[in-house]
């Protein structure tokens, strides 16, 4: 469960990119976040991914107070989120297997059980015979996939993405938003922000619209 309680986040040079947020996610639910370029929706995400810390107001990600954590407890926490990016992040010069891998490289995971969920991650976006590719042969869409794959290798409890169907055309974007739904399908907690209202529409899942730093809907 993702819950917000009276969340404000002012940067350095002043500009207060939320105000007095309160909103609950709770366990399993699908919800997009919504709202214009500089909203405030990015600024949630990376909240409830420690990205950033609130300045004021309390955040709160699967009954843990993020502003209590201390850094050394921020790793395991993180392990528990899978986030997708819009520019995919990808190594553009190691194999979809490698980059697939490396969330569970980075916490120790056994070699044979790193084999296992990659294989597991790459079969369920449709992408495992392309697992010696380089992310440079794979399509724009596919690209995308590959970052969606090792978004949920570590099978976290909440799935976030920014704005992850941006460079896509519409039917790829629909490709995309099927997969995040198969996984909230199984329990996952999914929370994306998007500019697509007509794939929001399409799609009928819950909507939080942010204007100007603060919950409208």
């Given amino acids: 469960m993702i819950r917000f309680e009276r969340v404000s986040k002012r940067y350095p040079n002043g500009r207060e990119a939320l105000r007095d947020v309160t909103l609950q996610i709770g366990a399993g639910e699908f919800v997009f976040l919504t709202g214009r370029s500089g909203a405030g929706k990015s600024s949630i995400l990376k909240l409830v991914s420690l990205l950033e810390r609130p300045t004021r107001g309390t955040v709160m990600v699967n009954g843990q107070d993020t502003g209590s954590l201390p850094a050394r407890a921020i790793p395991a926490f993180r392990r528990r989120l899978g986030v997708v990016f819009q520019d995919h992040q990808l190594l553009m010069d190691r194999p979809v297997y490698d980059n697939v891998a490396l969330p569970l490289i980075v916490s120790d995971t056994p070699f044979r059980d790193i084999d296992k969920r990659v294989r597991a991650a790459l079969d369920q976006v449709g992408l495992l015979q392309y ?43 629909r490709d995309v938003m099927q997969l995040f739904k198969r996984f909230q399908e199984v329990g996952v907690t999914v929370v994306i922000a998007t500019h ?22």
């Fill in 131 to 173: 697992e010696r590719a380089l992310p440079l042969e794979l399509s724009i869409g596919e690209q995308q996939r590959v970052g969606i794959a090792r978004a949920v290798v570590a099978r976290p409890t909440i799935l976030i993405a920014d704005e992850p169907t941006g460079n896509l055309d519409h039917a790829l974007a």
């Fill in 196 to 217: 697509d209202l007509a794939l929001v529409q399409e799609f009928g899942q819950r909507e939080i619209h942010i204007a100007d730093g603060q919950v409208i809907t």
